[in-house]
């Protein structure tokens, strides 16, 4: 059984940035590949940025490409989204996940078998 925490959400204005965090516990965090989730109000969960175990591949959704970085540190059971240029319509509550098969690019929320409770991500005009 894989624990999820994230942090590092708050309000920003326009134009900013902030990084999440997401710590892993109670599972080998390596052999997992993790994603990052959002959902607004009234909006269906949806997918923002994934990344394979290996390091090796990273997926983004076209809305927070070029803006949005998704790294882990497999050492530190830690994956971060850093995200840049943030614009109001990233407002929303950011979850992170895990699975152990399927891949980022690909997968659906319904892939992914753990989750954290989410981080407030505000961003004001």
């Known amino acids: 059984q894989v624990q999820l925490v994230e942090s590092g959400g708050g309000l920003v204005q326009a134009g900013g940035s902030l990084r999440l965090s997401c710590v892993a516990s109670?599972?080998?965090?390596?052999?997992?590949?993790m994603g990052w989730f959002r959902q607004a109000p009234g909006k269906e969960r949806e997918f923002v940025a994934g990344?394979?175990?290996?390091?090796?591949?990273?997926y983004y959704a076209d809305s927070v490409k070029g803006r949005f970085t998704i790294f882990r540190d497999n050492g530190k059971n830690t994956v971060y989204l850093q995200m840049n240029s943030l614009k109001p319509e990233d407002t929303a509550l950011y979850y992170c996940?895990?699975?152990?098969?399927?891949?980022?690019?690909?997968?659906?929320?319904?892939?992914?078998?753990?989750w954290g409770q989410g981080t407030q991500v505000t961003v004001s005009s």
């Open positions: 990344i394979i175990w290996s390091v090796i591949s990273t």
């Open positions: 109670g599972g080998t965090f390596s052999s997992y590949n």
């Open positions: 996940a895990a699975t152990r098969w399927a891949t980022p690019g690909a997968a659906t929320a319904n892939d992914y078998a753990y």
